[in-house]
């Protein structure tokens, strides 16, 4: 017949992949960072004063001269048309998750019929966008619809290559006309500075001297599926929504284990290698890549950056993957739950604060001095996670990751912290005012001499925590692999800001009451480990007993979306953001709205994708096999042969079942839901994705019935272990 799948399947044979041959002049030590505009480009190409005073403000935050601005952008543009650019466009990070630009052509006519290639240092700081259709939960009417974008002088321009025509990118921010944030990049660089101001504070009451500014890093690991693209375009759900929405398990899922960190397949292989160079060539720092649990899974993971670079080359690895699968003849799949029953992905955010000189902040060290210091920026991160697990819980809510939060293959919605053995082992001690070294030495005192050198590496892992301490840094697992890792990270800092504040606070006025400081360390690591200690879990956070004992203990489980959103509106939340000048209560607001509506729109978009495919591919199929069996057992009959009607009714059950789901599920979609956010958004949770369970559980049903030939939609089977 001319079932889409069945040729779907013969065009993923017959496909060959672009061959992929890289010379010598390629190597990734002669591309990495080719086509960045960087300091080493900039030292070049500026005067020496004003690459000194950009370096000034990308360091330490001064504001740019706009004079500076202004030889900066002349320099930019000739080399941007050296590498081939003809437009410019400044990138901006809206509220959909995605990356946005808008270009604009380096020529401007000059009046006499003819153009010059023009670029001022005004056009380089601000751009106009005429942005108005990103979602902005009420901060912009349409009649003061403009937004603003403006450059970030810490993440590099770059030129992005196409084959028809480079662009200069110059990654911005993107605010309202009353300076509102409108994207995720602002909230990221004002938490940045905050939580940098307070851990300097700490730092010099340390003894360290003539500090550089403090910043936090961010090393994201991002998993992701890959599938052939002719599987993906015959399943409008994939294409659609991100993710099946019909589908049963394989016979063979991931139960061997056989593809974790397995042989790469050598398409995939030509796929990672191609993005590996075009990353080098954007100063992206790819390192790891390997497969991940469920077969057609895999992950990459760039080395750490600070925070905001980190973000940004974030959203600039997605897009790169996504434009280079396709020339591989592949889909790549961001979404947390492409595939029921077969391991969702995550984008685990790897997070550390630090400086160049320091490094690290989470790094034990060699002396008990260091020592103190370390154990008091973990108790900040102790506390911190303690009194807003449910800001970290919101900060990754999104409808996908409901798919696999609490669903024992990444981290439950409750927000604990895992320290390892040795690191819960000091604490411990801590809190019971003996702190004896693990080999039972005796009592010892932060600061002096016998406390115990400290592992540089932590040893065990575990896996189930969403928040674990792994030897340098802390690594938040809850992320979704289609989110951006500015809002987690915006997040942390800025709850971090609030811990070393509170912590700076203590111990500055410790000291000016004339303590001895090693003294007031040990109290105020006993004092938060104490009334904090309830939120360390070293246990199995997959384990049932869990959630019952994280009740005991106090800890919030919001375990879907809208239980954690309304997070972000309580006083107590709005009123830490707004302390640390991250996010005012408006904004606030409009995070919640935007929050809410995104949850809506992506529901509903399933949900009608569901009734689709369910009444035009799935109904079709199983009503033409019944029809073959109901005339195979007439035919029977009519030869006087005893007519078995096992089959006939073994399918006619779940075709019921199907009409009358897609019957609900239309109603439910018919329903008039209110235009308020909130109810729209409880709508899509209580009656739309019930009723779309309901007809995936009869198709799937009739999936393990239906005649292959007849069946229209690529199996997991297929689309999974085709590569
Ligand atoms: P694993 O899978 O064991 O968690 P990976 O090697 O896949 O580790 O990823 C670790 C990530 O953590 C990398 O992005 C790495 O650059 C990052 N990372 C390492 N050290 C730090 C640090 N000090 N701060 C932030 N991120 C870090
Ligand atoms: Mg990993």
Excluded at 42 to 61: D, F, H
Excluded at 88 to 103: D, I
């Amino acid at each position: 017949g001319n079932v889409v799948r069945l040729q779907a399947i013969k065009d993923v044979e017959a496909y060959v992949p672009p061959a992929i041959s890289f010379t010598d002049a390629e190597t990734p030590g002669q591309v990495f960072g080719e086509n960045v505009f960087n300091k080493v480009v900039m030292q070049k190409r500026l005067p020496k004063s004003v690459y000194k005073s950009v370096v000034a403000t990308i360091e330490n935050g001064a504001p740019l001269d706009p004079l500076v601005a202004d030889a900066v952008a002349s320099a930019m543009k000739d080399w941007a048309l050296e590498k081939g650019a003809t437009h410019y466009a400044h990138v901006f990070y809206p509220l959909t998750g995605l990356s946005a630009e808008k270009h604009d052509s380096f020529l401007e006519p000059v009046g006499d019929g003819t153009a010059l290639a023009e670029f001022a240092g005004k056009t380089l700081v601000q751009g106009e966008p005429d942005a108005s259709s990103f979602p902005n939960g009420g901060l912009r009417n349409t009649f003061e619809a403009r937004g603003y974008t403006g450059w970030d002088v810490t993440s590099p321009a770059y030129v992005l290559e196409n084959p028809n025509g480079n662009t200069l990118c110059i990654p911005t921010v993107f605010v309202s006309m009353t300076g509102e944030a409108l994207d995720h990049k602002t909230p990221l660089l004002r938490s940045q500075q905050a939580m940098g101001t307070h851990a300097e504070r700490i730092l010099k009451l340390f003894g360290h001297e003539n500090l550089n500014s403090i910043v936090s890093f961010c090393g994201p690991e991002q998993e992701y599926f890959l599938v052939d693209r002719h599987f993906f375009l015959a399943r409008p759900d994939l294409l659609n929504a991100g993710r099946t929405l019909f589908g049963t398990k394989p016979p063979k899922g991931q139960e061997f284990d056989d593809h974790y960190f397995g042989a790469i397949p050598e398409r995939v292989l030509g796929f990672m290698m191609d993005t590996e160079r075009e990353l080098f060539k954007l100063g992206i720092p790819a390192k790891t890549r390997h497969n991940e649990v469920a077969p057609g899974q895999f992950e990459i993971a760039p080395m750490f950056e600070r925070g905001n670079i980190a973000s940004d080359h974030q959203q600039l690895l997605m897009t790169t993957f996504k434009s280079i699968a396709k020339k591989h003849g592949m889909e790549i799949l961001f979404h947390e739950k492409p595939f029921q029953g077969v391991n969702g992905s995550g984008k685990h955010v790897n997070f550390s604060l630090g400086n160049n000189e320091l490094g690290s902040l989470f790094v034990p060290g060699d002396t008990p001095h260091e020592n103190a210091q370390f154990l008091v920026f973990c108790a900040a991160v102790i506390r911190a996670v303690h009194l807003y697990g449910g800001l970290l819980r919101a900060s990754v809510a999104s409808a996908s990751n409901d798919h696999r939060l609490g669903a024992n293959e990444a981290p439950p919605a409750i927000i604990s912290i895992f320290l390892g053995d040795q690191l819960a082992d000091i604490f411990d001690q801590i809190a019971k005012g003996s702190l004896t070294s693990s080999k039972g030495k005796g009592t010892m005192k932060i600061g002096v001499d016998t406390l115990p050198v400290l592992p540089t590496d932590p040893g065990d892992r575990n896996r189930t925590s969403p928040f674990a301490f792994t030897g340098n840094r802390f690594e938040f697992r809850a992320p979704g692999s289609l989110q951006t890792v500015a809002a987690p990270m915006t997040t942390i800092n800025t709850i971090m800001a609030e811990s070393l504040d509170y912590v700076a606070s203590k111990l500055e006025t410790a000291v000016a009451n004339g303590e001895d400081f090693d003294a007031a360390v040990q109290t105020l690591l006993t004092e938060i480990i104490t009334e904090h200690g309830a939120v360390v879990f070293n246990g199995d956070g997959y384990s049932d007993s869990w959630p019952i004992e994280a009740e005991k203990r106090g800890l919030k489980n919001l375990r879907t979306t809208l239980d954690a959103l309304p997070e972000l509106i309580t006083d107590e939340a709005m009123d830490l953001f707004e302390k640390y000048r991250v996010f005012n209560h408006r904004e606030m607001h409009s995070r919640y709205e935007i929050g809410l509506e995104q949850y809506a729109l992506s529901i509903g978009v399933e949900a009608r994708l569901t009734l689709e495919i369910g009444s035009t591919m799935v109904l079709p199929a199983a009503v033409r096999y019944q029809t073959e069996l109901a005339t195979n057992v007439t035919a029977l009959k009519t030869a006087g042969v005893d007519a078995d009607t096992t089959a006939l009714d073994e399918v006619s059950a779940p075709i019921a079942d199907l009409r009358s789901a897609l019957a609900t599920l239309k109603s439910a979609l018919a329903a008039d839901a209110g235009h308020e956010s909130l109810a729209e958004a409880e709508h899509a949770r209580d009656a739309l994705l019930p009723a779309m369970n309901a007809v995936r559980a009869a198709a799937d049903t009739l999936e393990t019935l239906v005649a292959d030939d007849l069946w229209p939609l690529p199996t997991y089977q297929e689309m999974l272990f085709i590569l």
